[in-house]
């Protein structure tokens, strides 16, 4: 099983609609995750991250974070094509009984196409 | 200005040659990592630093080498022995590794062809 597992996708939305992006992580003792967006030839930039259970708002992007079912999601209202990118995933691993190992995975993104 | 700057962004190298790939940070972070990105693929971890003159390796560490002798600096050595070398490298830097918080700053990553 990866550590950190998203559909590729592409995940296509009409314009306005909301974009639902899953990820599923397999450490059950990770504290932090990140969502990335990445343009393609572009680097990766930080949307939002979260650590508490429930949801987590930024302008139109929400975070959800499940612990016990162990997935997080992003929520995008309001689609817009400039949207249109790769999200990827990102969870800090922790170690056995000691604390976060300082190692950062990624998922394997989903693109999303939101189609004007 | 603040940030992490990769060279070159561009390389072209023949099969069985050793590449060195710079990643230099001026933010001052303990925490620095290489990532490869294939083509619809997501970030995979090569290698990390928490703190000068100590690395790990990532999940793909083979055929890779990396040293950390300097906190601005974290360059990545791919050597004849990394078998599919073609690839985007990013490499990214955080404030403290183990910290939950803090964003990942990345650079503007290299793309490396082996021909």
């Known amino acids: 099983q990866k550590e950190v597992e998203q559909n590729s996708g592409p995940l296509s939305v009409p314009e306005g609609a909301i974009a639902s992006l899953n990820c599923t992580y397999s450490?059950?003792?990770?504290?932090?995750f990140f969502w990335y967006r990445q343009y393609s030839g572009k680097s990766p930039e930080l949307i939002m991250f979260?650590?508490?259970?429930g949801d987590k708002e930024d302008g139109r992007f929400t975070a959800q974070l499940n612990k016990a079912s162990q997935y997080v999601s992003l929520l995008i209202r309001d689609s817009q094509p400039s949207d249109s990118a790769t999200y990827l995933c990102?969870?800090?691993?922790?170690?056995?009984?000691?604390?976060?190992?300082?190692?950062?995975?990624f998922g394997q993104g989903t693109t999303l196409q939101v189609k004007p | 200005d603040g940030g992490i700057t990769q060279s070159p962004k561009y390389l072209f190298r023949k099969e069985g040659q050793n590449v060195t790939l710079s990643c230099e940070q001026n933010?001052?972070?303990?925490?620095m990592y290489w990532y490869r990105q294939d083509p619809g693929q997501g970030l995979r971890l090569i290698y990390y630093?928490?703190?000068?003159?100590?690395?790990q390796k990532g999940d793909i560490a083979e055929g890779y080498s990396v040293s950390r002798e300097k906190k601005e600096s974290f360059p990545l050595t791919v050597t004849s022995a990394q078998k599919n070398p073609t690839a985007f490298y990013l490499c990214?830097?955080?404030?403290?590794?183990?910290?939950?918080?803090?964003?990942?700053?990345f650079g503007e990553g290299s793309r490396l062809t082996v021909l």
């Open positions: 450490d059950r003792g990770s504290q932090s």
């Open positions: 979260i650590y508490s259970n």
């Open positions: 990102a969870v800090i691993l922790r170690s056995h009984g000691s604390g976060n190992t300082g190692k950062l995975i």
């Open positions: 933010l001052n972070h303990d925490a």
């Open positions: 630093s928490q703190i000068v003159n100590d690395f």
């Open positions: 990214a830097s955080k404030f403290k590794a183990v910290s939950n918080t803090g964003e990942l700053f």
